[in-house]
């Protein structure tokens, strides 16, 4: 289950990510809706795709 956390306030390294007007809409209505930034909800959202891959996909760190 994806619940909304503020754990990742502390990002530093800065990357350009491109969205389509779809998915950047409907991730600006969840930063509303749960009052944090768009940043902490895509750092967020990459966190949950990785813990959640299948073990043959997954990347040696």
Same mark, same amino acid.
């Given at each position: 289950m994806?619940?909304?956390?503020?754990?990742?306030?502390n990002?530093? !390294?800065?990357?350009?990510?491109?969205?389509?007007?779809?998915?950047?809409?409907? +991730?600006?209505?969840?930063? /509303?809706?749960? =009052? !944090?930034?768009?940043?902490?909800?895509?750092?967020?959202?990459?966190?949950?795709? +990785?813990?959640?891959?299948? /073990?043959?996909? =997954?990347?040696?760190e």
């Amino acid at each position: 289950m994806f619940v909304i956390d503020t754990q990742f306030s502390n990002a530093n !390294i800065a990357r350009t990510v491109r969205f389509t007007e779809k998915i950047f809409n409907e +991730l600006s209505v969840v930063t /509303e809706k749960h =009052e !944090i930034s768009f940043n902490a909800l895509v750092l967020q959202c990459c966190r949950y795709a +990785l813990d959640h891959l299948p /073990e043959s996909e =997954e990347c040696s760190e």
